[in-house]
């Protein structure tokens, strides 16, 4: 059975660096196809993906918030760390952490199937 | 603005069929699967439909999936009051420049039972 739960701070002030763990149990990391996002869903608002890391160790992240995101790995905690620097008010959301899976087809393309086991959400406020 | 587009809101009688639109582009919808969640007010985001129409265990048959060209569908049929939530969709998008994430969802869409 798969299980992520997200933990962090519930409340950030403006500019202050954010810090996200997702400790996942019930899959490997280092499987080929399987990936961890994290999510986010501003109050009333559509979700979005912020960052995206791959088996392989691959990263991915949303253009507009590149520059202030990192994500990273560790297969022997069974973590997934997401950093969200410069923190602000338009930032407060409900943080998710999803398991992502995919296979490999010819030519070594990645069909990814979808987000199968999402964590219960970290909400985080951003207000001095 | 989402990469994928879904009328805001759709609603329907109980017992009734509903059917919830997803269009994309060739880039994400034309050559990726679909996948559909349901987010029950309150609730996480929940996988209903993914590889474009297939469905996890425990989710009932009322709820199906297609996909023709760079459109997607949701159908839901004999609709309940507890089918009340936001539906998404999501793919995988090939276009975006190195480095961005690939993965994209649609804007949401607000299911009410009348």
């Known amino acids: 059975q798969i299980t992520l739960k997200e933990s962090g701070p519930t409340l950030v002030k403006p500019t202050q660096t954010l810090t996200l763990t997702c400790t996942f149990s019930g899959f490997s990391l280092d499987r080929s196809g399987v990936g961890v996002g994290w999510i986010r869903q501003p109050p009333g608002k559509a979700l979005e993906c912020l960052a995206f890391i791959h088996w392989n160790d691959d990263k991915f992240y949303s253009p507009s918030l590149k520059s202030r995101l990192t994500i990273t790995k560790d297969t022997s905690k069974n973590q997934v760390v997401l950093t969200m620097t410069n923190m602000d008010p338009v930032d407060t959301a409900t943080y998710y952490c999803a398991h992502a899976w995919g296979n490999y087809g010819s030519e070594f393309y990645y069909y990814y199937s979808g987000m199968d086991v999402w964590g219960q959400g970290t909400t985080v406020t951003v207000s001095s | 603005q989402s990469v994928l587009t879904q009328p805001p809101s759709v609603s329907a009688s109980p017992g009734q069929k509903v059917t919830i639109s997803c269009s994309g582009s060739s880039s994400n919808i034309g050559k990726n699967y679909v996948s559909w969640y349901q987010q029950l007010p309150g609730t996480a985001p929940k996988l209903l439909i993914y590889?474009?129409?297939r469905r996890p265990s425990g989710i009932p048959d009322r709820f199906s999936g297609s996909k023709s060209g760079t459109s997607a569908t949701l159908g839901i049929t004999g609709l309940q009051t507890g089918d009340e939530a936001d539906y998404y969709c999501?793919?995988?998008?090939?276009?975006?420049?190195?480095?961005?994430?690939?993965?994209?969802f649609g804007g949401g869409t607000k299911l009410t039972v009348l």
């Open positions: 999501g793919t995988w998008d090939n276009s975006l420049s190195a480095g961005a994430v690939p993965v994209v």
């Open positions: 590889e474009n129409n």
